[in-house]
């Protein structure tokens, strides 16, 4: 899945050329590139699909020759994650009717690839046994309310828990309480499943959007035309609350994978390499004094910057503009994008 904006990524990301397309952490492969080079060493290139939103069809192409052409599909508008996940086990499910899925977001972390290939093999032989929605479960490391959390119940000496509830970013409070508890795992937006399973989950719990898939004929030149006609009329709504809240066949698998969905500046920064003053940076031409834990990004790597006194700070510098705020305030750079829209000519900076 690949067609988000990535707005709190700004002014890196922006909506021609959004986060998942750009080398966030410095290491030479874009997110996207990575979450291929992860996946590809379990399925082969011709088993590996694409969605995103139309006018990023050509720029993941691009940047993932190896998928074929055909694989890329382009969302003709954003509709959350339901859509794309019926769209797609439809388009899959045509050619290979017995398919097991496994869904992966475009933009997340995974620094202990070994474990999450062993969970994710362990997880489609499950998958292609039983009638099982599968999601990976991250066991949380603070309170954090950027998260969608799982409790589950413990099963002793099983690899694998039933969900028990799902909860959406819960306040500070709440966060704190799942985490004393034990019985809670962040929700890392990684799902694997049969297609027969999730196409009967959305038989079941969204009827009307599985009857409005099903009336195109995929892997045609009819597909995308049948696409365009259905999808203003589709519910936007999330896999999560769509479906997954509310079947009771949904599993989880723990996992310490190291993993971040890099939702942020800040996750960047603590996930990033850091000098002896623990600040981030991506230049050699960044001179700091008195300046500790400070992320730092320049499109122009070039160019000299010197920063004195900056404590916990994010410095972002594009062609087209730059952003200084505190690290603590990385919450609320939806709001300055926002904000910057309503701008005359605003939208030229975003």
Known sequence: ???????????????????????????????????????????????????????????????????????????????????CNIYMASKIAAKSPDANIIVLPADHLIVKEKTFLEKVSYAFGLASQHDYLITLGITPTRPDTGYGYIQFIDTPGK????????????????????????????????????????????????????????????????????????????????IDNGILERANNVYVIPADLGWSDLGTWTSVYENAEKDSQKNAVNSKYVMTYNSKGNVVRLKNSSKAVVLDGLKDYIIVDTDKALLICPRANDQLIKQYVQDIKNLKNGNKFI
Do not use: H
């Open 159 to 238: 690899e694998i828990s039933k969900v028990k509830t799902f909860t959406e970013k819960p306040s500070l409070e709440i966060a704190k309480t799942f985490l004393e508890s034990g019985d809670f795992l962040w929700n890392s937006g990684i799902f694997v499943w049969n297609v027969k399973s999730i196409y009967s989950a959305f038989e079941n719990y969204l009827p009307e959007m599985c009857e409005q898939f099903s009336s195109c004929e995929y892997n045609s030149d009819r597909e995308s035309q049948c696409v365009e006609l259905i999808y203003p009329k589709v519910t936007k709504i999330s």
């Open 1 to 83: 899945m690949a067609g988000g904006i990535g707005s709190r990524f700004w002014p890196m990301s922006t909506q021609k050329f959004p986060k998942q397309f750009q080398d966030i952490l410095g290491t030479g492969r874009t997110m996207i590139q990575q979450t291929y080079d992860r996946i590809s060493q379990l399925l082969p290139a011709e088993n590996i699909y694409v969605i995103t939103n139309k006018e990023y069809v050509e720029l993941s192409q691009s940047q993932l020759p190896e998928v074929p052409a055909e694989n890329i599909v382009g969302e003709p508008m954003m509709k959350n994650t339901a859509a």
